[in-house]
């Protein structure tokens, strides 16, 4: 019971990462149709400039590390925001020329990285609680697990009420549906394309700065190794659907966790459940688009 | 030489040509829609009427002059012309089907005093759906509802494509009333095939064959001359639908789109 326990809310906690990253992928591309190959170094980025923010300020305590989560936001969104702004506003509806510069990007923004940070992991420092573990049903939880659930429960919350209750959430949600039709009502839908970028980089720079404490590192490589399991969680859930994404990140994540304790393969069981859902609900669980 | 622009014309078309998926569905189209009243653009199917309104609002790819209350537009993106006070009730309604009623409206409103009372008092059935979604409402409520967001702003000119298409008569008429009460008000360039509504409605007419304006009149000399409706429509005054042309293939498949 307590191996269950224990894999579930781990499982839980990996998710969590998951869908901050998988959220914004969802979002852009369901408004825009945008594969975006460089949202890896969204996170990344927001990662870093989260440890520079609390190597300054004491790692060590809650309000830095409150703040390093606000300081990560911020990098992440403002560099998708310069991304979309600079790169991509130009090549909507040509996805190829999409593709090719989202991954140029990506490639380039890792050298840029390891050019400033160097190749190597840089180990970080977290407040205490965070390296603690807390008894639930007999199993010992690492404490930051239950950290990292908590953030992706209130981004999804917070990113929900954005999309329920104001005038640019109402754009969005119907521009996912019908986008010509939206500018057709007189209504300029390229600021809800910025906007969700902006959403979406900061839902990733808050990951970043949560999966460099899952890791216990920071390092140039941080966003493209969590992107993969982003796509096939967004593509799972369903292109473009945020609930779809926020489900998806809980069942491959866990379905992970409890591959690799037993079999050790839950990169492989990942991958299966991928084809399985492309193959048989090519449109993924909640999706629209397939 | 193209011909000058009448003065009391809101819109003026001219050498319009219009490409869906690269291939020619308007070529070279010219006509002026008065300042009152509703304009009818009648032919058959496929002609390239629907194209025509969105080449209008630049929602395809398409080149010509565009003015539009003295102000040329051609060169402005489809939100901006829409904000010079241009409202579009498109074919197939196009509404959001996840959105409710209420949001589908709020979404459409441009000013700070949308005309709301003007479109509960129209469609109170709406009123009633506020909170219904609109992918759930039937074809004639989702028409008054498409209608209903053109109605919402004091708009200056309405682009009506089809809206009576795959109604019932009951719901046909409703629509029908509805735009005779908003053409008080607003002018209207009207695509219908359904040629007793054009009757009930339209004082002029543009007629469309092959991608090309064909005939421009009063609607009452084309409606009242069968050998004209026969020649242009393809169908007797008697029929409500026009034949389909053999002239555009190619833009039968982009109206069908």
Known sequence: ?290 | MNAPAPSDSILTVRNLSAKVAGQQVVEDVSFDVPATGVTALLGRNGVGKTSTIKGILGLIERKGELTFAGERIERLRTHKIVQRGIGYVPEDREVFSKLSVAENLRLAERTSKPRRELVDNLFPDLVERAAQKAGTLSGGQQQMLSLGRALINENRLLLVDEPTKGLAPIIVSQVADALAEAAKTVPILLVEQNLQVVRQLAEDVIVLDGGRVVYTGKAKTLLDDETLIHRFLGVSGGDSHPAPSVASATSAQEERA
Do not use: C
């Open chain 1, 1 to 290: 019971m307590s191996t269950i326990v224990l894999l579930l809310i781990t499982g839980l906690g990996l998710g969590a990462l998951y869908f901050l990253v998988a959220s914004g992928l969802s979002l852009i591309y369901g408004l825009m149709d945008v594969l975006n190959f460089a949202h890896g170094s969204f996170l990344t980025l927001g990662a870093f400039a989260g440890w520079e923010f609390a190597r300054r300020f004491g790692a060590d305590s809650w309000g830095t590390f409150l703040l390093s989560l606000l300081v990560g936001a911020a990098v992440g969104a403002i560099f998708a925001v310069l991304t979309e702004l600079l790169l991509i506003r130009k090549l909507y509806e040509r996805l190829i020329e999409q593709v090719l510069v989202t991954v140029g990007l990506a490639l380039a923004t890792v050298a840029l990285f390891e050019g400033i940070w160097g190749q190597d992991p840089i180990y970080l420092t977290a407040p205490a609680w965070m390296g603690g573990q807390t008894n639930v049903l007999g199993a010992s939880i690492p404490n930051d697990r239950f950290l990292y659930i908590a953030a992706a429960v209130i981004v999804l919350i917070a990113i929900v009420l954005f999309l329920k209750f104001t005038r640019f959430g109402l754009i969005i949600r119907a521009g996912v549906e019908n986008r010509s039709m939206v500018t057709a009502l007189g209504i300029d839908v390229r600021s809800a394309f910025t906007l969700v970028f902006a959403i979406g980089g900061a839902a990733a720079g808050i990951g970043g700065v949560l999966a460099s404490h899952y890791n216990g590192y920071v390092s140039p490589y941080i966003g493209g190794s969590l992107l993969i399991f982003a796509f096939i969680v967004t593509v799972i859930g369903g292109l473009g659907s945020l609930s779809g994404a926020a489900i998806a990140s809980a069942v491959v994540a866990v379905l992970q966790q409890f591959a690799n304790y037993h079999w050790g393969i839950g990169d492989l069981v990942v991958v299966l459940l991928l084809a399985a859902v492309l193959l048989l609900r090519p449109s993924g669980l909640l999706g629209s688009k397939a």
